[in-house]
Every structure is written in C-alpha cells, then in structure tokens.
C-alpha cells in the first residue's frame, strides 16, 4: 500500500519535471493560500503578468520565452523548501522566497547549489553586503534602510529636530518585525527620540492593550512593521482612537490597499514607505492591460491590476528580467545558467533611461555592485486618500541613513561570515 | 498464505515473547529495514530527502512519542510543538555553547532537556483530566514559543531571533548545515528512528507500558490496584517529551538549519502530530509510522499530481489539498476509527487465510 | 482619581466588551458540546465561513468563480447586484442550517458512540475541509464587512468620561454593539431552551441521551438544530470580528481565543462561557498593561491559558462545569 504511493509520488514527480526546452525558468515561491493570501495573490500576479507581458509582446527576453514556474507555499517553511527543492532541478535561475522563514532556509543553500536568492525588500538585512553574501541580494532597499527614511521623513515633518520627541513601533511579534529594532534604537542615541516598544502576537486580531496603550502615552508617531491581519486592525484600530492618521507610518508590507479599504474613511492620510510608485499611470500599465489583461492572459482575475502589491510584482519581475537580459549581454549567450544570472544581478544597472525605455519612469536608479548587494537604499512616503481610494507619493525618493546603517550591516554580516567560516571576498 | 503460524514451532519462551512472532512477519520486517539502510542511501536525492524522507523520519519520531503519551496512557496533548520547540532550542544552544560535542550526543542531551520540561508540564495532568487537560498542555504551547521568541538567550542575541545549525559532523561526514550531503542526513535520522522505535515498542510492552495502559484505561482502578498515578503519568510525559523533543532537535538542525519559533513551532504542528497518531492508531507504533507517512505523503502527493502532472492553478490545487486532506481525515475516522494500523491487522488477518478465506 | 487608575478601570472595560466577543465564539462551542459531547474545534472556521458566504452574497460574488472560471475558460466573477444586508442574513442562515443537516448526515451520523477523541479529530478534519472549501468558494481577498453596525470612538462616553474624572474613557462603539447582539442573543437562547418545546428535548439530551431517546426524542434532529445554532452563533461571531478586521482567513484563528475561556468556563456551562469569556478578556488586558512591560509584552496569547490552567488545578471541572464523578 505505501510503496504504491511512493511510486506514485515518483511517477508524479517525474511527470512534473518533464523535459527542458529553450526557456528561461523563473520559478515564483506564491501564497495565494493561508491566513497572507490577501497579500500574496496581487503580488504573484504581477510577477507573473510581467513575464507574460516580455513573451506576449517581445517575445521572450533576448528571444527566449520565460516560463514562471509557480509554487504555492502558504507562507510556509516546509513548503517553501519543498517548493525549493522540487524546482531547482529545473533550470530555476533565480529565487524570490517571498517569506523572511524561507529565506533563511536559502541563504546558506545558496553557497551549495549555487542558484541565487533575490529577497527584494525583506529577508536578512545584513545580505545587502555581497562581500560576505555572494549569492544573496536584497537591493532595492532593506528593512533598516526602510526604518532610517521613516525617522528622516519624521524628522522633516517636525522641522528637523527629534529631540524629546516619542516615537512608537508596532510589531508584529517575529523574525520579520523584529528586524528594526536595532536600527531604531540607534537612530534614537543620535536623533534623541524616545522609543516605546509595542509587540503584537501572530496573527494580531486583537489589539485593544496595544492601542490603549498608545491613546495614554500619545506618541508622537507610530512607525508599523505589521503583516496579514494585524495591519487591517491596526488601522481601524487607529482610526477608532482617532489617532492622527498621517502620524502613522508603516513599512512597506504594511501599506497596500488590503490594509486601508476595511477602515474605509478612518483610514485616509494613512501613510507607508515604499520603493516603487503607487498607481498606473505609467506607459508600462497600458501595454500590461492591452498585451495581459484583455487578451486574457492575467494570472489572476486581474481585479488586483495596479494596486500596490501588484506593482511590486511587476518590480519585482523587472529586475529579474533585466538581470536576464544583462546576463546575456554579458556572456553573449542566449540561454543563461543561475551563475550566469548570480553575475547579471551583480553588474545590474536599471538607470533613469532604461526606466523610461521599460517603460516606467519615476523609479530610483538601481545600481548593483560585488560589494553592496542592498542597492540604493532609496525609499519615499506614499499616503493613502480614502475618498479617490489611492496611494500616492508625497516625497521625494530619500536616501537612508548610510552612517548608522551600513555600520548595522558590516557588524551582522561579519557575525554571519564567523559563523559560517566565510572570507570576505575582495571587491574591486 | 502469508502471515501464517503453521509450521513456525516456539521451542522458548523468548522466542514465544519476540515482537515478531510469525516468520513472515519477521522476515518483512527484515527487508524494510534492510531496504531502509542499504539500498535508500544510495538513491536518495535532495528533493527525497527534504521534502519526503526527512519530514517522514522526523515526524514519525514525534508521533512514536505523542502516541506514547495518548495512545498508551490516554493523557490527549496539545503541546507538541511546544515541546519540539524545546528541543530544538536545546539543540541550538547545546551545539552553539559546545562546539566539541558531537551532534549525536547533543541530540540526545536535547532530547532529556524537554523531558524535564515535559514533566513541568504534565504536573497539572494529575488533577485534570480530558480535553480540559488537551486545552491546558496549549499553555504550554503557547508559553514556550512566546519564551523562545522572548529571551534574546535562547538565540544567542540574534538581530531576527531565527536560529541557525552551524556545520556538525559525524565521523568526517557533515550531517547539519547545507553542505551536509543527503545520505548523510537520511542515515543520521534514520538511526535515530530505529532505536527510539525499538525502545518505544519494548518499553510499552514491559511493565512501564502495561502501567500507562492500566491509567489509560482507567486511572481510578489503576490506583487501587497499585499504579501510582504520579510516578505513571509523569514517566509518560517525560518519555513522550524525551521523544518529541528529540525530533525537534532533528527537525531544525537536521532538516531545515533553520528555524523561526512562531513559524516553525506553532500550533499547527501540535495538531498535525496529533493527526498523525489518530489517523494511525492510538496505541500502536506502525500506527505511528503510518500515520507520519500519510499525512507527509499525501499532501506532497496531491501537489504533485495536481500541479505537476494536471496543471492546475496552484491556489485551486493547495484549497483542493486541504479540502481533500480534511475530506480523508474524516473518510478515515468514519471507516476505521482506529487508524491505519487497525486496516493492516485486518489485511493481515485477510493474508493469512487467503486464497482460501474459509 | 490617580491616573494609573484611571487607566486601568478604562483598559478592564475594554477587556470586559472583548471578553465578550470572546464569549460569542465559546458559545458555539459550549451549544455543541452539550448536547453531543463534541469538541467542534470548526467552530472557528464557521464563523469564517458564515462571514464569508454573508459577504458574498451581500456584494453579489458567483460562488466558486475561480473553480469555474478555470474548468470552463470563462471570466465571471460578479452577479452585478448588492443584497439589502437582512436577506443577505437570512440566505446566510439558510446556508448555516443546510450545513448542519450535511454535517449530520455525512460525518456526525457514522460517528456515533464513537471516543470524544475520535469526533473531536473529525471536526478537525472538518475544519481543514471547510478552510479549503470557503476559499475555493469565495476566494482568499481581503472582504469589508458593513452591515451598518456602528464604529469608533464613542463620544458620549468619551465626555461623559472626562467630565467625571478628567480623562475620557475609549470605548469602542463596534464593542457596544456586539455586546448588545451578545446579550440579546443569550437571552434569546436561554428562552429559548427554557420555554419552548425543542429547547426542553435540547436539555434532556445534554442530562442523558439515552434516556433522551427513551422517551422518544430524536437525536438526530436535535444535532441537526445544534449545529445549526452553532452556525448562527458563528455567524454573529464572525460578523462582529469581520466588522473590525475585514473578513479574511486569519478570522478563523479566533477560535484559539475561545478556548482558554471554555476551560474556566466549563464546556457545558453558558453561563460559563459568558463569565469566562469577561474574565479572560479583562484579565488579559490588564496583565498585559501592568506585567506585559516587564517581561517583554506580547503575553496576549498564553495568558489566558496560564489563567485557565491555574485555574483548573483548583477546580477542574471549570468554574460552571458539571462536577467530575468519577467511579470504578
């Protein structure tokens, strides 16, 4: 009875490796199950409309079809491995872990398979040293660089001067929450703020303390590194003690449309950070609409085009592609290997050209090297307007506290580098 | 014609009392193990062992350990993860505070750490009983993942409090960390598995286990004819935790390297372990295995067929999974309350008469 | 009045109006478990499911959309109506009721006489089918749930508040009102087990069921009107906690929330589960304000189990559970 099964299991594996044509496979580690699937679903489809958009339009990149090999994880760690293992075999080139869990889990496979990890926006901070981690990528931001814009732009709202000011974190109580804390703490010796520590448990449905809490101690500020539900009550929560809402910052999976639209109008002025722009104005969204979406084509229902965590994936996918597309150049070869795609996204350069010609201007530079892995650090403030039901950017992309952060990355990347028995490569 | 007692003479009351009794039996038994040692180690490879064998291994442990808990001593737990918990967070101290000590004995170590706990633990379980008792060991779930998360201690003042298995080795060979090859890894819990499954099964048919079983059945009358309720359930819980904490142990250094508590040792894994020892058989160590092997299989299984070889979506597929996992827990529970290992004495029964049934 | 008072007073109403949300979940538990001795650990995936199919058809999505969409190659998604929220209510109770009838038939009836561990693992398995089922059934977005129930900062209270002590009190307006659905609904069903005809057969199967079925009551029937009870109570639940967060998935983790409140409660006790849920809620909230600091916060999830469980060593048949008798 279970041999039977286990041949079965083998038959079926076998059936799904099936045989490798001329193809660029980018395997897409997606949630669209479990308590994140609110938050998994937009991004996974626009990873995946992205693609389609480059094979329906173009063709390809550089002529070669891209297959995105989906792989449900349900926010999992043992189905993200899973998911890891029964697509590596396939040519994958490179991995989006989509989840803090998973990404450690790669982070150390990525020195034995050799398969490169892009945690873009999450994952292990200290990976944006590529002295250290070699196969790992996190540009175009991290989480601490993400924590110094919140302060700066807090700091520019009060005219440049936080001293005796109070600050509060809301967190949810995790690997992922917990990774500003340093960094905030930091910032608080140098800027003389005070900080006020607010955990919240998984999965974070109830928040009365944490907010009665914060209606007594009236913070000047409320900085949120929340995900899944804890976001959705933090915010109605906020509005029910009539928090100034634009006081209220969150990361950037703390500010999609999921988060805002159950408050309704207690949510407007809610603001987030983010490393991308909010909306669909570009040139981009109309050749996604006309290529993907009417031609049917849309991974999803397409009811999630152009919202926040859909224009992450379609990011997301950008740099992917265009590391492609630079690994090709690079080794003059149509067909590239993950080492071939690890040196694209080491040389990747997305400059303000290359963003109009994919046609998406108003995002930052993006520009890799072997030693910073983290690339630019930039992020802006988005705020939400609940009457048009939309995010837009009120400041400028602003560069992070390079001093206190990088200081912050060498420490933790070099307590990896002990620990794991890695030499620092030397970078030109 | 199978599993047939005729001709098989006992000519001693050892052999008479051997775990095996019928030749057949023995003989298959023989085969699995040999099969397990020999031959798997040669054709293993990554996606096997991470996604099929390890979890299989490694859950089988907890569940032999659950199953000692509420199979054999009737005390219903919901603390598993908890106590996975504790082992691996044993583990990860152990292996970190002495890097001299070989992995085998810190697993081991690990293992008598969440005994200790354990016991903490099943205190209560002398005053309360049933699903008062199954909702009380939550606490000690939800404690223990809140402490580990907590007390920057326990992972050694991390920035992210994920805990990571540096590289140990056995005789030369990694066994933790990514390099560690697959046979390696496979053969280290395997070893593990043999020997807590033989103990598991002579302990519950000595007189410790005739003991949980007498509290089991009814704790009142054990006590009145001599059982001591505290030394009984206490021994239970510990040796239980010892078990789990020992598949925790395995479970982050062994199979994942990493691990973060909130995710890892959540309730889920309390719930599915305990899945796994209903679905095989309360009060049986195949029931064990089976169950493990079930609810590992299956839905790695269903993926397969319906993503791979179907190409279906994977949101559709991954809610069909649940729906059909679900859908067959309750199939099960309906056709054979008492598991997988009840539906292999049956077929056993059947064996042994056919072809000729009358 | 001292501040720190002050605050707390304010901080243990609130944990007394959660409490009673708390309350709304364990109900369905305690309604199940008398009359069958059934641990419903689905209790909590109903109350999603219930908020689920409630949203659905009040903003008029086609059920399955993405099953069929996928099998047929059509994009459908939309009925294009809005329901007025009482029918949406009332086919959402239909719905609740056609579910207990199948549970009945298909799980429960074949289960009979079984160990309370055997059923409890079936409704386990039931939840798992009814997480994938729901999904499968309305998909996974995020839902908002406005069926016109009040929310905020309630300013009578909050001036009232301040003019007495100087310091406005928060109460939440949502909380009121759940409080007031809560308590009009335990009235409801102390009614109606007390007086009507149903609810004395509902009490003579939860004292004895066989002499129940001796007297010619139908058990089956009964679990059939338990259940669908239990689904009412799960819908309430999960349109006051789907009101506050948005129906989603994580909606069906409240269950956990409810079980500490069983086990002081006692699980065949309402009273129980009402005065348990208060105790929880406010206790929570208060250890969390005073103690929570000191030990790094966060302590939400397990203080209540802790409670329980100190709780239970000293009487562990729960604070209104029916005295353990134990014989030979």
């Excluded at chain 2, 179907?310 to 054979?336: D, P, Q, R, Y």
């Excluded at chain 3, 009232?160 to 406005?168: A, L, P, S, V």
């Amino acid at each position: 009875m279970k041999l039977n099964r286990i041949a079965a299991v083998a038959f079926a594996a076998l059936m799904a490796a099936g045989p490798a044509l001329a193809e660029l496979v980018v395997p897409s580690l997606s949630y669209r199950t479990g308590p994140y699937a609110p938050n998994g679903i937009p991004y996974a489809d626009g990873f995946a409309d992205y693609f389609t958009l480059l094979n329906e339009r173009d063709g390809g990149i550089g002529g070669v079809k891209v297959r995105v090999l989906e792989c449900e994880t349900g926010y999992n760690t043992e189905k993200g491995v899973e998911c890891y293992e029964s697509t590596k075999g396939e040519g994958a080139l490179v991995y989006h872990p989509l989840s803090t869990g998973i990404t450690y889990q790669l982070i150390p496979k990525t020195l034995v398979d050799h398969i490169p990890v892009h945690s873009m926006g999450y994952g292990r901070t200290s990976a944006a040293d590529g002295r250290i981690f070699k196969w790992v990528f996190n540009f175009p931001g991290t989480y601490w660089d993400a924590a110094s814009i919140i302060v700066k732009h807090i700091k520019d709202q009060e005219g440049g001067d936080l001293n005796g000011k109070k600050l509060a974190l809301l967190y949810h109580n995790s690997a992922y929450g917990k990774e500003p804390i340093r960094t905030l703490q930091e910032l608080a010796k140098k800027h003389g703020y005070e900080l006020t520590l607010l955990p919240v448990d998984h999965p974070g449905q109830e928040q009365k303390s944490q907010w009665l809490q914060i209606r007594r101690e009236r913070p000047d500020y409320v900085i949120m590194w929340g995900w899944g539900v804890m976001n959705q009550v933090a915010i109605q929560e906020a509005a029910n003690i009539r928090f100034p809402m634009d006081h209220f910052i969150g990361v950037w999976w703390s500010g999609s449309e999921n988060d805002v639209l159950p408050a309704g109008d207690g949510a407007d002025g809610y603001k987030a950070i983010a490393f991308h722009p909010p909306g669909t104005d570009a040139p981009l969204f109309a050749d996604i609409k006309k290529y993907v979406l009417d031609a049917g084509k849309a991974a999803g229902d397409g009811s999630h085009f152009g919202e926040v965590l859909y224009n992450r994936g379609m990011y997301a996918a950008i740099t992917v592609a265009e590391a492609i597309r630079t690994a090709q150049q690079m080794n003059n070869v149509k067909e590239i290997t993950p080492t071939m795609m690890r040196d694209g996204l080491e040389n990747l350069v997305i400059d303000a050209k290359r963003w109009e010609e994919i046609g998406w201007p108003g995002n930052p530079e993006i520009h890799v090297t072997c030693a910073n892995h983290g690339g630019p650090g930039l992020g802006a403030i988005q705020q939400w307007d609940a009457k048009t039901k939309t995010w837009s950017l009120i400041t400028p992309f602003m560069e992070a506290d390079r001093e206190v952060v990088d200081a912050l990355i060498a420490e933790d990347a070099a307590a990896f580098a002990k620990e794991n028995n890695i030499t620092p490569r030397e970078c030109k | 014609m199978f599993y047939r007692e005729v001709g098989d003479f006992k000519t001693s009351y050892a052999e008479d009392q051997q775990t095996f009794p019928i030749a057949f039996d023995r003989w298959r038994y023989y085969v699995v193990i040999a099969v397990a040692f020999l031959v798997i180690p040669f054709i293993i490879n990554d996606y096997w062992e991470k996604s099929v064998l390890l979890p299989f291994l490694v859950f089988s442990i907890a569940a032999i350990g659950l199953n000692i808990l509420t199979g054999y001593c009737g005390q219903v737990s919901l603390g598993t993860g908890g106590f996975m918990a504790v082992g691996a967070y044993a583990c990860y101290k152990l292996m970190t505070g002495f890097p001299e000590l070989n992995i085998f004995f810190v697993v081991i170590l690990s293992g008598f750490v969440t005994a200790a706990v354990g016991m903490v633990f099943g205190l209560p379980s002398l005053r309360i009983k049933g699903f008062y008792l199954a909702v009380a060991t939550l606490a000690a779930q939800f404690f223990l993942v809140w402490l580990f998360n907590k007390v920057p201690w326990f992972y050694n003042y991390s920035a992210s409090g994920q805990i990571n298995a540096p590289e140990r080795t056995v005789f030369g060979i990694a066994v933790t960390g990514a390099a560690s090859p697959s046979w390696a890894t496979y053969l280290f819990c395997l070893v593990f598995v043999f020997a807590l499954a033989w103990a598991a099964r002579n302990m519950t048919r000595g007189p410790l286990g005739r003991k949980w079983m007498a509290i089991r059945d009814m704790d009142i009358a054990a006590e009145i004819i001599g059982v001591s309720p505290l030394s009984t359930k206490l021994t239970a819980f510990a040796v239980s935790s010892f078990f789990i904490g020992i598949a925790g142990a395995l479970y982050f250094s062994v199979w994942f390297g990493a691990v973060e508590v909130t995710e890892a040792f959540g309730i889920n894994q309390s719930f599915r372990v305990l899945f796994m020892v209903i679905l095989g058989g309360l009060g049986s160590i195949f029931g064990s295995f089976a169950g493990a092997a079930f609810l590992v299989l299956l839905p790695v299984f269903l993926k397969n067929v319906m993503v791979g070889a179907l190409g279906w979506s994977t949101a559709i597929a991954a809610n069909l999974e649940l729906v059909i996992v679900g859908g067959l827990i309750v199939f099960f529970l309906i056709a054979e309350p008492h598991g997988l290992a009840a539906l292999w004495r049956t077929a056993k029964e059947k064996l042994r008469l056919w072809p000729f049934p009358y | 009045m001292s501040d720190q008072l002050l605050f707390s007073i304010e901080a243990a109403i609130n944990g007394l109006m959660t409490g009673i949300l708390y309350a709304l979940v364990a109900l369905g538990f305690v309604l199940i478990f008398k009359a069958s001795e059934i641990f419903n650990y689905a209790q909590g995936v109903m109350a999603l499911f219930a908020a689920l199919t409630l949203v659905g058809l009040q903003k008029g999505q086609v059920p399955f959309a993405e099953l069929i969409n996928a099998i047929f190659g059509t994009n459908i998604h939309e009925f294009g109506w809005e329901m007025p929220t009482a029918l949406a209510l009332l086919l959402t109770i239909g719905v609740m009721v056609l579910f207990a009838i199948l549970v009945e038939r298909i799980v429960l009836r074949h289960l009979v006489n079984q160990a309370p561990i055997i059923l409890f693992m079936a409704t386990i398995g039931l939840a798992f089918f009814m997480e994938g089922f729901g999904d499968l059934m309305w998909g996974s977005d995020i839902k908002a749930l406005d069926i016109g129930l009040p929310k905020g900062l309630s300013e009578t209270v909050d001036q009232t508040t301040f003019e007495w002590f100087g310091y406005g009190f928060f109460i939440d307006r949502l909380d009121v009102a759940a409080a007031i659905v809560a308590a009009v609904l335990v009235t409801a069903l102390v009614l109606f087990s007390q007086y009507t005809r149903i609810g004395r057969a509902l009490r003579a199967v939860a004292d004895d069921h066989q002499a129940a079925l001796s007297v010619g009551i139908s058990l089956r029937l009964i679990w059939v009107i338990v259940w669908a009870v239990a689904g009412f109570v799960a819908l309430v639940a999960g349109a006051m906690w789907g009101a506050k967060s948005g129906v989603q998935f994580s909606l069906s983790l409240i269950a956990l929330k409810a079980l500490p409140v069983l086990m002081l409660g006692g699980f065949t006790s309402i009273p129980g589960a009402i005065v348990g849920g208060l105790i929880i809620g406010a206790g929570e909230k208060l250890f969390e304000l005073w103690v929570g600091p000191l030990i790094g916060g966060a302590t939400e999830n397990w203080f209540a189990y802790m409670l329980a469980l100190v709780f239970l060593v000293f009487r562990p048949q729960g604070l209104f559970g029916e005295k353990i008798i134990e014989r030979v």
